[in-house]
């Protein structure tokens, strides 16, 4: 029951996170990046401290202190989630989540005969005015360039 919980909080808190700022506002598009930022550092360290501490607790002090642990910490993060409610940015659906699905269905059919480049990472998307794209490889560099 716990990783259902897990897994489905790790897919929900992204986009709940990004919907709370305002893209066309620049000091907010910064705050999102650093929003990810922290959202993955708080993912990465929970796993260390799960591996490393709760495990040290189970083996040595037993596991009712380390699961006690670990339901504290959880009812915690309850806790401070809900404390945030009054403040969320509730965006309200506009149109059908079926019509989207539909829309991504239709253009994976359109695009399923594309041919992709040997090394994916690499990929580029091209449209017309059309609606006919295809997909190019860029060239390799050996060097980083910051814009």
Known sequence: ??????????????????????????????????????????????????????????????????????AILILLGLLIVAAGFPFYRNQVPQGSPLTRILQVLVV??????????EKLEEATESCTGTRACSVDALAPTNSLKFL
């Open 1 to 70: 029951m716990t990783a259902f919980g897990d897994g489905f909080i790790r897919v929900c808190l992204p986009s709940l996170g990004a919907d709370q700022f305002d893209h066309e506002d620049p000091s907010e598009s910064r705050q999102q990046s650093s929003f990810f930022n922290w959202y993955t550092f708080g993912i990465s360290f929970g796993g260390f401290v799960g591996l490393i501490l709760i495990v040290w607790l189970e083996n040595y002090k037993g596991w009712d202190i380390g699961l006690g642990v670990c």
């Open 108 to 117: 994976a059919f359109r695009n399923r005969k594309l041919e992709l480049p």
